[in-house]
């Protein structure tokens, strides 16, 4: 399970990979991907998440948009537009506060938010409403995205690299 939050400023997501339909925790690791100054995070099955990255490395073409999970929420965030896209790739603009991922933690996270607490600590005080959630919260703003390299394509770490690395990162990797 996933809480991700954005506050018009900064994407922020808990670390905790999950499987909720054994209740099972795994690890923890940066649930933000940057595709070429893009930042990339969802909530719900692994393999959707990894696809709908995949598509969004391959320039977004609707035409291709891949067959997800009807329980996958992405949220693409670039220098001009902040959407978010459900299991269809119609993508809904999003122009306030907003968060998605598990039920009631991500509801408090939107009330919080509402009540002028930034995304990072929205996030880390969410993960307390589930068990599937968890610390540490990563987050990144939208204002250094034009830090990364243009080619970058990789899992942000919570630092910004120099220059792109020799692989790609996927959440394949991770799983080796």
């Given amino acids: 399970m996933t809480i991700l939050a954005y506050d018009m400023k900064t994407l922020s997501t808990d670390s905790l990979y999950s499987d909720a339909t054994e209740m099972l925790v795994g690890y923890h690791a940066s649930k933000i991907f940057i595709v070429r100054q893009k930042m990339i995070a969802f909530c ?9 990255i995949d598509w969004v490395i391959k320039e977004e073409d609707p035409e291709d948009y891949p067959l997800l999970d009807d329980d996958f929420s992405g949220v693409l965030i670039d220098e001009d537009r902040v959407v978010t896209f459900a299991s269809t790739c119609k993508p809904i603009p999003q122009y306030v506060r907003f968060a998605l991922g598990h039920s009631a933690a991500a509801h408090y996270a939107i009330g ?12 880390r005080r969410a993960c307390g409403y589930s068990l599937l959630c968890g610390e540490p919260v990563y ?5 250094q ?8 394509v990789g899992l942000y ?4 690299p120099s220059k792109s690395p020799k692989k790609k990162s996927t959440i394949r990797d991770k799983k080796k």
């Fill in 145 to 152: 995205l034009k830090l990364f390299p243009k080619d970058y």
């Fill in 112 to 123: 919080l938010m509402d009540l002028h607490v930034p995304a990072p600590e929205a996030v």
């Fill in 44 to 52: 719900g099955c692994e393999l959707s998440g990894q696809a709908f």
């Fill in 139 to 143: 987050s990144l703003r939208r204002d």
């Fill in 157 to 160: 770490t919570g630092t910004i």
